[in-house]
């Protein structure tokens, strides 16, 4: 079990950090006055009269953004992974051949990269 | 009663009292951060900033946080009740938990007599101990993954704080702030490639050992390139100035906490500067040597004026990056959205892959143990060869690659003309 | 032992949400729930002593997926208002008798497996797995997924492109109508 030791001072933490943020909050609700008018009621438009639905309908390039993120996320940490291998001293030129592994492997990707740019996928005008 | 304390429940102990001192630390420095902030911009706008509570205003920011406890906690009819309060700890919450892989000084050899003594009636035996208590919360074999994953987590305060809140400033504020996010972390992990193929492994202590010794050690000479990328993507994943869009308090109110008010909002304001300092502390303790001072330590190991060397290093490291960061922001005019996400996606993702590319190459030529390759042992090789060719073939096959996927356009609009 | 009970708290925990991912009357609600799933998996896997796995469990996982999964709850809008499911009682029916079917399945998995299962996989058993190792294998033995992935990667950025251009052109011809043109 030695492997989880370095795991409990960050269980430790989590229960400070959550412990000091519910404490803090519920000790300020407590103490804070509460007078509930109208306007406080209304969301906050910089002092205007509110208008139209909150739902603002959210533009698809958002939508794209996430995907991509998640697509380059993937990549990411496989290159990590990767880079962790790199420097092995085990296998006689390990080097040279993890280099070329990755070149292919970016290689495609950056086709992928080439074609979401042409096509316009990160422009925001 | 008798209670025995196994040698490993006084470690247990002994990192609980370092987690407590290294949290409280935390919360007495983020006022100073806020108050050094706010005296720095004075400097730069030639005004004085904060100086009437206390000397130097140095009581202001502590009877700001003081008053924003004591104030009422407005929340208007439409929000989401639950997810409202749920938010400021969502964002909180990560930027203490990255705070659990810095490494703030080299161990402490903390040896105890064992013995017995008693407390409310409780007789506690206590075994005799000789351990090296690192300083700092935890060290883990997937040190800088966690930081990713913990910084990724951020994501959710922020947008579901746009949600919650049931307006239009804050939705878009929210969904702003997290496509920023997500962009640059994408440039955050890649920029760190450099690094760790130099290092060879996740684990910030082994970063920091790799690096001691003086600063010509440090990774910053060695990886310049993935430095740069690393502070602008750690800018944008703070929402720092200029990459402030998330508030953009000009265009959207206040952004994702417009509608937060007195404690709730005192979180999402700790939180950033948690993430500064958190910030601060890994660019340099990946880059800048972490802990080790710019020569090496002239103390003994495993004693305390070592572990005070190497925090005073670490702090004077932080402080001379959150200035930096400070600086930034009185210098600097905010990114336009499109312009910050052009930077992101189309100059520092394909910066940081030429930056791991190159770096790969290097180190694949002068391998492991920092020797230089003799010119025979680099031509003779059938590996060295086989790169070379294999790099011919790739790089013929992107020219082609590229060259169709440019202009096929073009040889289409030729081939209707025709 | 210690280790034990924290992992069926852990187990709980994960299952638990899981069954409010379905049961939140709210979407976003829901997203959360599976959120906190995968961090209890992750959780479990730092358990298991697969540190690499539980780190990006939470990396991809709980840090990308689901981002783009409330992503697209916000996207369109879904079940601010709305109440109850719009599904039928007999797929509801269906689905009640299918998950029946499949808990008693893995219970009598679990009742013929259960000797060698206690004998050859225990928590304290548990492989040390280093990084590297795992890392090495990827760029050894599993070469060719490891290029293939690259592959999949390139067909979900086209197919993202695609999908998404033809959403942009269709959500500019519904402004230009709104304007009047």
Same mark, same amino acid.
């Not at chain 2, 993954?145 to 579901?160: E, K, P, R, W």
């Not at chain 2, 005073?312 to 959205?337: C, D, E, H, N, Q």
């Not at chain 2, 770096?359 to 390759?373: D, H, I, K, S």
């Not at chain 3, 049961?23 to 959120?35: K, M, Q, T």
């Given at each position: 079990m030695d492997y989880l030791a370095p795991y409990i001072p960050i269980l430790m933490l989590l229960v400070i950090a959550l412990g000091f943020g519910i404490v803090t909050l519920a000790l300020s609700g407590l103490i804070g006055p509460r007078v509930i008018t109208f306007t406080k009621l209304l969301p906050y438009e910089c002092g205007n009269v509110p208008t139209g639905e909150a739902n603002v309908r959210i533009p698809i390039k958002f939508y794209l953004v996430a995907l991509l993120f998640l697509l380059f996320d993937m990549e990411t940490v496989l290159i990590l992974a990767w880079a962790i291998a790199f420097r092995d001293p085990t296998i006689?030129?390990?080097?040279?051949?993890a280099f070329l592994a990755m070149v292919f492997f970016l290689l495609i990707l950056v086709v992928g990269f080439i074609y979401e740019w042409r096509k316009g996928a990160l422009e925001w005008t | 009663m008798t209670l025995t304390l196994t040698p490993f429940a006084i470690?247990? *102990? *002994?990192?609980?009292?370092?987690?407590?001192?290294?949290?409280?630390?935390? *919360?007495? %420095?983020?006022?100073?951060?806020?108050?050094?902030?706010?005296?720095?911009?004075?400097?730069?706008?030639?005004?004085?900033?904060?100086?009437?509570?206390?000397?130097?205003?140095?009581?202001?920011?502590?009877?700001?946080?003081?008053?924003?406890?004591?104030?009422?906690?407005?929340?208007?009819?439409?929000?989401?009740? !639950? @997810?409202h309060t749920l938010a400021p700890l969502m964002t909180v919450a990560p930027a203490i938990l990255v705070l659990a892989i810095v490494p703030f000084a080299d161990p402490v050899r903390i040896t105890l007599d064992g013995g017995e003594f008693s407390l409310l009636g409780l007789t506690i035996q206590v075994a005799p101990v000789v351990l090296d208590?690192?300083?700092?919360?935890?060290?883990?074999?997937?040190?800088?993954?966690?930081?990713?994953?913990?910084?990724?987590?951020?994501?959710?305060?922020?947008?579901?704080?746009?949600?919650?809140?049931?307006?239009?400033?804050?939705?878009?504020?929210? %969904?702003?702030?997290?496509?920023?996010?997500?962009?640059?972390? %994408?440039?955050?992990?890649?920029?760190?490639?450099?690094?760790?193929?130099?290092?060879?492994?996740?684990d910030l202590r082994a970063i920091i050992e790799q690096q001691d010794g003086g600063f010509w050690n440090w990774h910053v000479w060695k990886q310049p390139v993935g430095f740069l990328l690393f502070m602008v993507a750690g800018f944008a994943? !703070?929402?720092?100035?200029?990459?402030?869009?998330?508030?953009?308090?000009?265009?959207?109110?206040?952004?994702?906490? !417009?509608?937060?008010?007195?404690?709730?909002?005192?979180?999402?304001?700790?939180?950033?500067?948690?993430?500064?300092?958190?910030?601060?502390?890994?660019?340099?303790?990946?880059? @800048?040597?972490?802990? !080790?001072?710019?020569?090496?330590?002239?103390?003994a190991e495993l004693g305390w004026l070592n572990v005070a060397w190497g925090v005073?290093?670490?702090?004077?490291?932080?402080?001379?990056?959150?200035?930096?960061?400070?600086?930034?922001?009185?210098?600097?005019?905010?990114?336009?959205?499109d312009q910050l996400m052009d930077l992101g996606w189309k100059v520092m993702f394909p910066l940081?892959?030429?930056?791991?590319?190159?770096?790969?190459?290097?180190?694949?030529?002068?391998?492991?143990?920092?020797?230089?390759?003799?010119?025979?042992?680099?031509?003779?090789q059938p590996s060295t060869v086989g790169l070379t060719l294999g790099l011919l073939v790739v790089g013929v096959a992107q020219i082609i690659i590229m060259d169709m996927i440019l202009n096929a356009r073009k040889r289409r609009l030729l081939a209707n003309a025709r | 032992?210690?280790?034990?009970?924290?992992?069926?708290?852990?187990?709980?925990?994960?299952?638990?949400?899981?069954?409010?991912?379905?049961?939140?009357?709210?979407?976003?609600?829901?997203?959360?729930?599976?959120?906190?799933?995968?961090?209890?998996?992750a959780a479990l896997f730092v358990l298991m002593n697969a540190q690499l796995a539980g780190v990006l469990q939470i990396i991809v996982y709980a840090g990308a997926i689901m981002v783009l999964f409330l992503f697209v709850i916000m996207l369109l809008n879904v079940g601010r208002q709305e109440g109850g499911s719009g599904i039928n009682r007999s797929v509801r029916w269906l689905g009640g008798v299918l998950s029946?079917?499949?808990?008693?399945?893995?219970?009598?998995?679990?009742?013929?497996?259960?000797?060698?299962?206690?004998?050859?996989?225990?928590?304290?058993?548990?492989?040390?797995?280093?990084?590297?190792?795992?890392?090495?294998?990827?760029?050894?033995?599993?070469?060719?997924?490891?290029?293939?992935?690259?592959?999949?990667?390139?067909?979900?950025?086209?197919?993202?492109?695609?999908?998404?251009?033809?959403?942009?052109?269709?959500?500019?011809?519904?402004?230009g109508e709104r304007r009047g043109f």
């Open positions: 006689p030129n390990f080097q040279p051949y | 470690e247990m *102990l *002994l990192r609980l009292v370092l987690i407590l001192v290294i949290f409280h630390v935390l *919360l007495i %420095i983020v006022p100073f951060m806020v108050l050094w902030e706010r005296k720095l911009l004075g400097f730069i706008q030639e005004r004085p900033g904060p100086n009437r509570v206390g000397p130097w205003g140095i009581l202001q920011t502590i009877v700001d946080g003081l008053k924003l406890f004591l104030k009422e906690d407005i929340r208007p009819a439409s929000v989401d009740r !639950t @997810l208590l690192p300083i700092g919360i935890t060290s883990l074999e997937v040190g800088i993954l966690y930081y990713l994953a913990i910084t990724g987590l951020a994501v959710y305060g922020i947008v579901l704080a746009g949600w919650a809140s049931n307006s239009k400033y804050s939705l878009l504020g929210g %969904i702003r702030s997290s496509a920023q996010m997500l962009s640059y972390e %994408i440039a955050l992990g890649l920029s760190l490639v450099g690094v760790l193929l130099i290092a060879g492994t996740f994943e !703070t929402n720092r100035l200029p990459f402030d869009l998330p508030e953009g308090e000009s265009e959207l109110g206040a952004g994702f906490h !417009t509608e937060f008010s007195s404690m709730k909002f005192a979180m999402f304001f700790m939180a950033e500067y948690m993430n500064m300092f958190t910030f601060s502390a890994v660019l340099a303790t990946l880059f @800048l040597g972490g802990y !080790t001072g710019p020569i090496a330590s002239p103390f005073f290093w670490l702090m004077a490291k932080i402080f001379l990056i959150v200035s930096f960061m400070i600086f930034i922001r009185g210098t600097l005019p905010r990114f336009r959205y940081a892959l030429a930056n791991m590319v190159l770096t790969a190459g290097v180190v694949a030529v002068f391998p492991p143990g920092n020797r230089w390759v003799t010119r025979e042992e680099i031509i003779g | 032992m210690i280790s034990q009970i924290v992992y069926g708290l852990l187990f709980v925990l994960a299952l638990f949400s899981a069954m409010m991912v379905v049961l939140s009357p709210h979407a976003v609600y829901g997203a959360l729930y599976l959120v906190l799933t995968m961090v209890g998996i029946v079917a499949f808990i008693l399945q893995v219970i009598a998995m679990y009742a013929g497996l259960r000797d060698e299962l206690a004998a050859n996989y225990t928590l304290e058993g548990a492989q040390s797995i280093r990084i590297d190792d795992v890392a090495r294998l990827l760029l050894t033995d599993y070469i060719y997924a490891f290029e293939m992935t690259s592959v999949l990667l390139l067909v979900a950025v086209i197919g993202a492109v695609v999908l998404a251009r033809r959403r942009l052109v269709q959500g500019a011809l519904e402004e």
